[in-house]
Structure formats: structure tokens, C-alpha cells
């Protein structure tokens, strides 16, 4: 499946299945150590780690919302991440879900 953060896929012709997202929530535990190295410097390395992890699973949801509309593509693909209590993270990825109706 194809997953862009453009609003079409070049030379294709789609028809608009609906929004789908995909979302995980996970401890920020490792916050603290984030929190001690920031103040040092340098790269946060475990915690950048820990949310590309995240933004996959977000992704891989995402997708599979996508898969049960039966789309081909989701379009328009965005990100987003918010601290939804102390010591938690979410991360939630959405687009648009389309079909294709031309054949190629």
C-alpha cells in the first residue's frame, strides 16, 4: 500500500474511502533520563528510538484501518504527538483512504 503526505498519487485517479488513523500510547518513563540528557546535551538516542518505534506501530494501524476499507493508498498522511497525561506519550498518524479507479 502506498502511505504519501501528498494529496494525490502522480497519475493515478482515486476515489476518497474516508479518514483513517492509527494511534499508541506508551510510558514515557525513559522522560527522566531524557529530561538529564537535555540538560548535558547531545542526542537523546534511546528516546528518539522509542518514538520511531511508536510512529510505526501508528503507522502499521493506520494502514490496517486503511486495508479494511479496501483502500490502495493513503494520501495526505500526517503526524502528530501529545504528552495525554504526565509520563505518557501518544503518537497518532491519519490520512486519507483511497481506491484507485483507473487501471494501470
Do not use: C
Request: net charge positive.
Amino acid at each position: 500500500m502506498k502511505i504519501v503526505n501528498i494529496s494525490e498519487i502522480p497519475r493515478r485517479q482515486h476515489e476518497v474511502l474516508g479518514l483513517v488513523k492509527g494511534s499508541i500510547v506508551r510510558s514515557a518513563a525513559k522522560d527522566i533520563f531524557a529530561r538529564w540528557h537535555n540538560f548535558v546535551g547531545g542526542e537523546m538516542k534511546r528516546y528518539t528510538a522509542m518514538l520511531d518505534k511508536m510512529r510505526v506501530a501508528a503507522t502499521n494501524r493506520m494502514e490496517n484501518n486503511a486495508e479494511d476499507l479496501g483502500a490502495d493508498a493513503v494520501i495526505n498522511v500526517t503526524y502528530t504527538s501529545t504528552h495525554i497525561m504526565p509520563g505518557t506519550i501518544e503518537i497518532i498518524a491519519y490520512g486519507t483512504a483511497v481506491r484507485f479507479i483507473d487501471k494501470i
